[in-house]
Nanobody, 127 residues
């Protein structure tokens, strides 16, 4: 069966950095676009970033542009999210997700378009 596992979350001060990782097994990782979502308490789950199957095309939410970088290593079935200049408003549970196909479509940030979810990793940014 498909398993998606995130790691790398934690507590960091504002202005600091974290790198999240996600490994996916039970599927052909290189066939799918991958997406990072996040959900803060009391808020809806929102798309943070998407990367296409080959890693040549990326999309970001406006709130993280210029601060976060998504990347992937297909030989290692691993997705990354480098988060710099973190702000308290970045505090959330971060989820790794497998897209419907190889591209980051116009609906990439829609949770219902996700095939598989990880269990999430908590990121807390203190002020």
């Amino acid at each position: 069966q498909v398993q998606v596992v995130e790691s790398g979350g934690g507590l960091v001060q504002a202005g600091g950095s974290l790198r999240l990782s996600c490994t996916a097994s039970g599927l052909t990782f290189g066939d799918y676009a991958m997406v990072w979502f996040r959900q803060a308490p009391g808020k809806e789950r929102e798309g943070v970033s998407c990367i296409n199957w080959y890693g040549t095309y990326t999309l970001y939410a406006d709130s993280v542009k210029g601060r976060f970088t998504i990347s992937r290593s297909n030989p290692y079935n691993t997705l990354y999210l480098q988060m710099n200049s973190l702000k308290p408003e970045d505090t959330a549970m971060y989820y790794c997700a497998v897209g419907q196909d190889a591209r980051c479509s116009a609906s990439w940030s829609t949770p219902s378009r996700v095939q598989y979810w990880g269990q999430g990793t908590q990121v807390t940014v203190s002020s």
